[in-house]
């Protein structure tokens, strides 16, 4: 049976508010499981103030002609779940997949906490442990999705679960190492730059098949660093370097639906 819609009244997946446009009935604005982080909010009526926890903004789209797999995105920073909303519309029509995209503390909706690297992992171990201990999704069921700045919680995730698979959409090595590639002559100056997310790192312990698709053309964050990344891979691995792909600009059909699920295909092969 496929993952159902958003129902508060049922209780099922995502809690207690949810936004749907009439127009697009299938398509959930939630306010996700709630984080471990407690925020204060000043009570109208008194001077006191009261703690609530957190939660965690996430749009779900799920595909009702699809099967079991549930994509978890974890989008670019130039993104919020918002703007990722038709490319994840059209991926998870395509493969055939429920698709839910997670905000970032400081991003779109979620801001009662900043940017922060902890936090990130937090709510990266808060959704993946709703999806599979309260509503009940097998891990082998639940593919990571990382673009960009996204491929820093999904390779935590990947080091520590044991889901479907990982697909790394333009990933790099590290923030710093990013840094050194965006900075070029000036790259003494990354020494600045405090090491967050060290994909290579993760990358090395990860516990599920990885896919990588980087473009040639991606001045933002070379593919080197994709080629790093997947050396590093101890579990099967694919590394797509679309010639005419760069780091914003790639073809939907032919840089990442066919090859991802040719991949997919493979894993699944008998």
Known sequence: MGLKAPNVATGSVFGEKKYAEETQPN???NWGPKSNRSIKRQKSNDLHDEEELEHIPCLFLPCEDGGNKV???F???AEDIGLAFDLLYMFGAEMQMHVLAVEYPGYGLYKTSKPDEEKMKEDADAIYDYLTQVVGIKESDIILFGRSMGSGPTSYLASRKECHSLLLMSPYMSIKDAAK???GWASFLSVIVYERFRNVDLIAQAK???FFLHGQRDTLIPPHHSVELNRVCPR???L???AD???NEFKLMDDLVQPFRTFISQLEAP
């Open 27 to 29: 398509v959930s604005l």
């Open 71 to 73: 994509v978890i995105y």
């Open 75 to 77: 989008h670019g920073n």
């Open 181 to 183: 590639s965006l900075l």
């Open 208 to 210: 599920c098949p990885v």
């Open 236 to 238: 099967e691995s694919f």
């Open 240 to 242: 797509h370097l679309p």
């Open 245 to 247: 792909m760069d780091h």
